[in-house]
């Protein structure tokens, strides 16, 4: 096995056999009948100062996944090792003081900011108590912050006194950015960040976020359906499907040298305004199995094309490969014959 690329990179947070189930109820008692299975045992690492994008159809448990980590969903099973100053420490077991500093070093940045800025607040009054939360009393020391956020993101200091009804959805997001930033967070889950924005300030948002994360060493989880982003925004990407991650790779390592069939078909359906690079669309059979009763074996495999008996009964596990000197992960029996053209 060839050495991987980048060997000397910080692990900031070990993702480990991660589930979060939901518990499906019925009837007048309300009996538990079953588990929705949003996430099935998700095993990453988060290497501090990337931006690891999290990419997979609707329901596959990518927004829950993030909120488990950030303990706004309870995990079933796991552990979420992060390395703070003073050492390594299992989020879903943190509690007081240990999980409110555990907050303010990590947040999230949710598609639509609108549902984290109080329509009743002014921009500073929504800014204002986290910071006070946080330890800065003082108004004029938190009028300071809160122009300097602004400035950050590009937005002028008297914003501060407009309320969130009176910005653009490029502004008002810029604005949920700045009051993530405000607590001094190492790690920013960005859920669906840019997917409501037209595509000119999507640019610009993707920019600005490349440019905090270098001003402020940040790490992003970057959570998104849409595969171009992902490809501008991200260092490494994990693809997942129905609760579990089935390739990781670095994105460009992923674009050239597609393993999984189902990121195959994902990746066929960009669109690519050059005509002169053509890419075959490859449909994808059927919807997505219920997360409630997933398939034996492997989970795509009922909308696979190159399903075998094996995939029916054997559930594939995620296993490093490598290609062109980095480490590629791939859950699928026939990855290799695929990548051969031995199986078309
Ligand atoms: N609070 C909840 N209670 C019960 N089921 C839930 C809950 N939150 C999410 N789910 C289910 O968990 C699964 C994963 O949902 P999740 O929101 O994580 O998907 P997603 O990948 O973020 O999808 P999208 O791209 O549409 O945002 C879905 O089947 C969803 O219905
Ligand atoms: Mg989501």
Known sequence: MQPDKNPVREVLMKIENLKTYFPVKKGVFKRTVGHVKAVDGVSLDVFRGETLGIVGESGCGKTTLGKTILRLCSASEGSVKYQFPDGEQDILQLKGTELDRARKSLQIVFQDPYSSLNPAFTIF???????????????????????????????????????????????????????????????????????ALDVSIQAQVLKLLKKLQNEHNLT??????????????????????????????????????????????????????????????????????????????????????YCTDRCRTDAPLLTPGTSEGQIHYVSCHHAQEIAEGRME
């Open 125 to 195: 009054g929504s800014f204002a108590d986290p910071l006070r939360k946080f330890g800065v009393k003082k108004r004029k020391e938190q009028e300071e912050i809160v122009a300097k956020l602004l400035a950050d993101v590009n937005l002028p200091r008297d914003y501060m006194t407009r309320y969130p009804n009176e910005f653009s959805g490029g502004q008002r997001q810029r604005i949920g950015i700045a009051r993530a930033l405000s607590v001094n967070p190492e790690l920013i889950v960005c859920d669906e960040a840019v997917s």
């Open 220 to 305: 992003y989880l970057f959570i998104t359906h849409d595969l171009s982003v992902v490809e501008y925004v991200a260092d490494r990407i994990a693809v997942m499907y129905l609760g579990k991650v089935v390739e990781l790779a670095e994105t460009d390592e992923l674009f050239k040298h597609t393993l999984h069939p189902y990121t195959k078909a994902l990746l066929s359906a960009i669109p690519i305004a050059d005509i002169t690079r053509k890419r075959k669309r490859i449909p994808l059979q059927g919807d997505v199995p219920s997360p409630v009763n997933p398939p034996a074996g492997c989970p795509f495999h009922p909308r696979c094309k």
